[in-house]
Structures are given as C-alpha cells and as structure tokens.
C-alpha cells in the first residue's frame, strides 16, 4: 500500500501500489476522502528525463569550455614561437650591425641609436603580440 497526504487538508490515505503508481504516470486527477482534488504534476520518468538533459547540458558546456581553454592554449604557444623568433632576428640582424629602427648597416650601433634614434628603447620591442591580441 502506497500512502499519500491530501495537499488541501493534509489527511492521510492509503493506496494500492499498482494504483499508486499508475497516477504518478498518467498524472490523472484523483480525489482524497474528503474530496479534495489530488494530481502529479511530474511523473518519476519525467524527473529523470529531466534530470539526465540537464547532466548533457552540463557535459556540452564543460565540453565546449576544453575545447575554448585547448584553443587559447595553442594561440598562446603560437605567439610565443612567433617573438622567440622575432627575437632571434633582431639579435642577429643588432649583430650583423643593423640597425632595429631605419634597418640601415652602422659600424658604431651605440653613437648611431643615440644620435639617430633618441626615444628607441630596447626593452620595448613591438613583436606583433599586440596585433596578434587584437585580431585573435
């Protein structure tokens, strides 16, 4: 037997399982001794078709937030491949005696980049992560 208070008048009743069980599916009205008028508004396979939709929203976002994370990872290894290289370049070519600024050949860089270049400072080196930032 399946007990069951009325939600109006708070009695309690007993009902066969079967019968019990038959209402929670097919949520028709059914009426308490006092005549009070009784439904499930939600069946138990209604709770866990809801409850396992949630659990496969909940799996897509977890699934699209790797997917988002896995991306910006490899974005941020690309730009970190991009200035090593830059600064692979730059050194060479300050070595070779070029110049970072007017990319002319100068025997004496230091008197060139004081003279020539006053405001350049080579701790500050535009190496396009910027840009990269902007248009990513």
């Known amino acids: 037997m399946g007990a069951i208070t009325c939600c109006k008048c708070g009695i309690y009743f007993d009902v066969p399982d079967h019968w019990l069980a ?4 097919d949520k028709e009205t059914f009426y308490c001794p006092n005549g009070h008028p ?15 939709d949630n659990l496969k929203q909940q799996l897509a ?3 699209d937030d790797i997917t988002w994370q896995k991306t910006q ?23 070779a005696g070029v110049c970072p600024c007017c ?9 060139h980049m004081k003279t020539m270049h006053p405001t350049f400072d080579p701790n500050v080196v535009d190496l ?3 840009k990269a930032k902007r248009t990513g």
Do not use: C, H, P, Y
Not at 22 to 25: F, G, K, L, P
Not at 78 to 89: D, E, L, M, N, S
């Open 61 to 63: 976002r977890k699934d």
């Open 128 to 130: 396009g992560v910027e």
């Open 38 to 52: 009784q439904s499930f508004t939600e069946s138990e396979a209604d709770k866990l078709r809801r409850e396992r």
């Open 22 to 25: 038959s209402r929670r599916n």
């Open 103 to 111: 990319n002319r050949t100068v025997k004496q860089m230091a008197a």
């Open 73 to 95: 990872r490899q974005n941020a290894e690309r730009q970190v491949i991009a200035a090593k290289g830059q600064i692979t370049k730059l050194k060479k070519r300050a070595g």
